[in-house]
């Protein structure tokens, strides 16, 4: 019998993101599926390990795949509450139940668990103080709303 898996390693939580986004543009229909890009239009990071603003100007690209499935590329920067400038990059998958799918179409409330909504984190910044981001790696468990992204992000040990 093979050996058993170790335990997976701990998920400290590490911050909650509120993000307000513009709506969807669509680039058109690739071999891969639809291509769009969603604005970041900013908001709030507040938690444990790291808090601050969602500055203006980040992007969300995706690609709405033939099976319904959202792939994530998201790119922004965290003003933190001390001044410094952090670089995140989020690359996951977005997709759910069709009936989920057409409430949040119709701008209706969904809950985090009535989709799944997951994306790995990576952070780079030259500041000093924050240091330490470079060498993390972060879970987030997204909810998505009309014109609101909410990411839980958990630091992966």
Request: hydrophobic share 45%; glycine share 10%; proline share 9%.
């Amino acid at each position: 019998m093979p050996d058993a898996f170790p335990a997976p390693p701990p998920l400290v939580p590490m911050t909650r993101i509120d993000c307000e986004v513009a709506g969807v543009t669509s680039l058109g229909l690739l071999p891969a599926g639809e291509r769009r890009y969603v604005p970041l239009l900013g908001g709030r990071v507040h938690g444990p390990e790291l808090n601050g603003q969602i500055a203006e100007g980040g992007v969300d690209w995706q690609i709405l795949r033939p099976d319904g499935v959202i792939e994530i590329a998201a790119h922004y920067v965290i003003r933190t509450d001390d001044g410094a400038l952090v670089e995140v990059r989020s690359e996951g998958l977005r997709h759910g139940p069709p009936e989920v799918l057409a409430q949040l179409a119709r701008g209706e409330p969904v809950a985090r668990d009535a989709m799944y909504f997951r994306t790995v984190v990576r952070f780079s910044t030259a500041a000093p103080a924050w240091q330490h981001l470079n060498k993390v790696l972060a879970l987030a468990c997204g909810a998505r709303e009309a014109h609101r992204v909410r990411l839980d992000l958990y630091r992966i040990t």
